[in-house]
Each structure stands twice: as C-alpha cells, then as structure tokens.
C-alpha cells in the first residue's frame, strides 16, 4: 500500500495518541472529516494499523520489575524453533520477542512482579525445556524510552 504524506501525517498523530478525535484530526492535516474516516478505514483493511491499545504503566499493575532476556537454543531444527516460539506466544509475561541473529536465537522483554515471580518464571519457561541451553538476564534499572512508534517521513 502506498502511503502519502496525509497518510503519514494522520499516523504520527496516531502514535501519540490513539484517541485523537476526527474532528482534531481532520483539522491537523487538512482533510475533511470524511476524507480522513476513509483514510482510517483504508489504514486499517491493509494493515498499516495494526492494533489500537492501551498503554498500561507496569508499576499501577503491580509489574515493577523488567528484565531483558538473550536465549540461546540447544538445537536449530525446525520443529524445536516452532514449539519455542509458540511457547512465548503463550506467555503473557513476555511482552516482546525477538528471533535473532548472534550469540543469541531470542531476546525477549519480560515483566514480573518481583524477582521471586521471575525465577518462578524462569523455572518454568527454561529449566525443564532442554531445548534451551543457557539464557542470560539483565534486570531494567530504569525505563528511559519506551516506545513502538516509528518513525514517519
């Protein structure tokens, strides 16, 4: 899909804020309400919107704690590959997962309550799957940017 610069326009304003009204958006871009309700419709069918959420803050939740995760796989068949990545789907602790190339095959993004709920986490997700071989952590000290907006034009 071919995107111009009101397409673009309309999704920068997005990525800030979801809720932005069509009236405000009409305005900011110079379209008229219908133009960017066909707009958003046609963002959405082919998929350049993907999802419109809401961002919780991890510490109102009682998530506190972040850890970055590197996984590295005992094997590098496909069957073994498949059943690791369905497992993370599963996991609602795991908030990004990334395939990688490297010393690593994964790095995941996890939350956890504390440290006790991450090794609790830990156990279950790594020491009993003998496809993993080791797995390195790094505890998030602080959240500095957190973002998924990317940059338009």
């Known amino acids: 899909m071919k995107l111009d610069k009101q397409d673009l326009n309309l999704l920068k304003i ?3 804020d979801a809720r932005t009204s069509i009236d405000r958006l009409a305005g900011d871009v110079g379209l008229s309400v219908a133009s960017v309700q066909r707009r958003l419709k046609r963002l959405r069918e082919n998929h350049v919107i993907t999802a419109e959420v809401a961002v919780v803050s991890p510490r109102a939740v009682g998530q506190s704690m ?4 590197s996984i590295e796989l005992e094997r590098d068949n496909l069957d073994c590959l498949l059943r690791f990545k369905e497992k ?3 996991e609602p602790r ?5 395939y990688v190339t490297g010393e690593s095959d994964f790095l995941l ?3 956890a309550e504390d440290m006790e709920s991450f090794d609790e986490f830990t156990q279950q997700m790594f020491f009993d799957d003998s496809n993993v071989r080791r797995y390195k952590t790094s505890v ?14």
Request: charged share 15%; glycine share 4%; with cysteine.
């Open 88 to 90: 993370i789907k599963k």
């Open 140 to 153: 998030v000290m602080e959240r500095t940017k957190v973002s998924l907006a990317l940059p338009l034009g």
């Open 109 to 111: 993004i996890v939350t």
């Open 66 to 69: 972040t850890f970055l995760l």
């Open 14 to 16: 997005l990525q800030v």
């Open 94 to 98: 795991i908030q990004q997962c990334y």
